[in-house]
């Protein structure tokens, strides 16, 4: 079964001291990636006209869409991949919004494996005991594994479908000295739109929550009764910790409404429970798919959020499973290093860092992704100095920069809603960043020295 993929793909391994991808046909490697090459970029209000009278009419039909088969999207992608391969990126990013069969076999990339085409939620978070899910997660892997494992270039597989489950708000708020007034001000409302649910730590974790709420017939609602039978001795010990009225096991179950728990520190001991049983039971199931699938490509899973707290469980769960720990983090080294060299202690595997980046707020922007600096120089030179820094930790084989073309405030995609808040190399008329690319370039090229060197190379 695919015995014609073992040993032609992309795999991890431990060489002098270090961790390494290692591509079959060249050599060990490290992955320097981009994240959010996104056509729809070209389209917004002020730069639409523009990105057609250069590529030609059929990059959109009629309604606007982008047409991937165009030889106007094919010209923008060949013009993209010819400034990746010039600035010494190597990678197209797990949020990449090309198809992959438009990637040339020069540059590697991660599959993104998506199961619900929803964005999920705590609110709408699925059942993922259920026989349902499971199919839905087969029939994704097999889209995604069938179509890709033969690629020489693929990387591995990302997946998509679990929120940042940690709650308690950002650890890195944007530094105000960084944000001209406008931008303060209206980013300050969006991020409390967006973050409110993360803001709030309520002893039972909204996503718990959903599932004590299930049916009783449901998988998760057995799940949860489970964890509870084997934490509780009866069931008058969940009435005095719940404020419940349940005489019997089967009264638990049948229980949708709950009310605030008496106890707040012993209910959230049990959530944080729960939440571990949800994350064994989505990463066993998607790994176990994949493996019937592509048993030889790396299985990377979510991106593990480390700009919020995480659990050590959690971590330590997601290790028993993937080959790679995928991780994003929006700060300075220094503010990560002691996180990431924990997650590498508790799990044994290498560290793709696959999201983060430096940026400085341009004047149509209301906010950019980013740590914030004050001058596109300054991305440069912090960019440099962080891969140094980085590619300093053995454990670590990768890392995608946030971002390729900047999104100017008035910008849709239906693929990112916080597309106008995107940094990037090249302006959104294409116009490369010259002081910011410039060190970026340098760096990419001295980073497999500076990996096989401990960071030590002048």
Not at 178 to 186: A, E, G, V
Request: charged letters at 20%; aromatic letters at 12%; proline letters at 6%.
């Amino acid at each position: 079964m695919n015995d014609d993929l073992a040993g032609s793909s992309i795999t991890v391994v431990f060489q002098q001291g270090s961790w390494w991808l290692s591509d079959p046909v060249k050599d060990v490697f490290l992955s320097t990636g981009i994240n959010h090459v996104d056509p729809y970029f070209l389209l917004g209000p002020y730069n639409k006209e523009r990105s057609l009278r250069v590529y030609g009419d059929d990059l959109i039909d009629e309604n606007g869409n982008v047409q991937t088969r165009s030889k106007a999207f094919k010209q923008w992608v060949q013009n993209v991949q010819t400034n990746m391969s010039k600035w010494g990126f190597n990678t197209f990013g797990y949020h990449t919004c090309i198809p992959y069969s438009a990637i040339s076999d020069s540059l590697y990339f991660i599959a993104q494996i998506r199961v619900l085409p929803e964005q999920i939620d705590f609110h709408n978070f699925p059942d993922v005991f259920s026989e349902t899910y499971a199919r839905q997660v087969r029939d994704a892997v097999q889209r995604v594994c069938n179509a890709n494992k033969h690629r020489k270039n693929l990387i591995g597989y990302g997946f998509m479908d679990m929120p940042a489950l940690s709650l308690g708000g950002s650890k890195f708020p944007p530094s105000a000295d960084c944000l001209h007034h406008r931008s303060h001000r209206l980013f300050a409302h969006k991020l409390s739109e967006k973050n409110q649910q993360l803001l709030d730590d309520p002893p039972i974790h909204p996503c718990v929550r959903r599932y004590m709420s299930l049916p009783s017939h449901s998988q998760g609602k057995q799940a949860w009764v489970r964890l509870l039978r084997q934490r509780y001795t009866s069931p008058s010990s969940v009435e005095g910790v719940y404020d419940v009225s349940c005489p019997d096991w089967e009264a638990i179950s049948n229980l949708t409404e709950w009310p605030e728990p008496l106890h707040s520190d012993q209910a959230r001991q049990d959530s944080y429970a729960m939440l571990e049983c949800i994350y064994d039971a989505y990463y066993s199931l998607h790994c176990r798919e994949i493996r019937q699938v592509d048993p030889h490509h790396l299985i990377l899973g979510d991106k593990l959020n480390g700009n919020l707290p995480l659990s050590h469980h959690i971590v330590q769960i997601v290790g028993k499973y993937v080959d790679v720990i995928f991780y994003e983090c929006f700060s300075r080294f220094e503010d990560q290093v002691d996180d990431l060299k924990l997650v590498y202690q508790m799990t044994g595997k290498p560290v793709l860092m696959g999201d983060s980046s430096f940026a400085s707020l341009s004047p149509n922007q209301i906010f950019s992704r980013g740590t914030l600096l004050r001058s596109q120089e300054q991305v440069g030179v912090a960019y440099s100095e962080y891969l140094r820094q980085l590619f300093t930790l053995p454990f670590i084989i990768g890392w995608a920069n946030c971002g390729y073309m900047e999104g100017w405030d008035g910008l849709h995609s239906p693929y990112d809603p916080f597309c106008s808040m995107q940094s990037g190399l090249v302006d959104p008329f294409e116009q490369v960043m010259p002081h910011t690319v410039r060190p970026i370039a340098l760096a990419n090229a001295a980073a497999r020295n500076w990996h096989y060197q401990g960071g030590n190379i002048h």
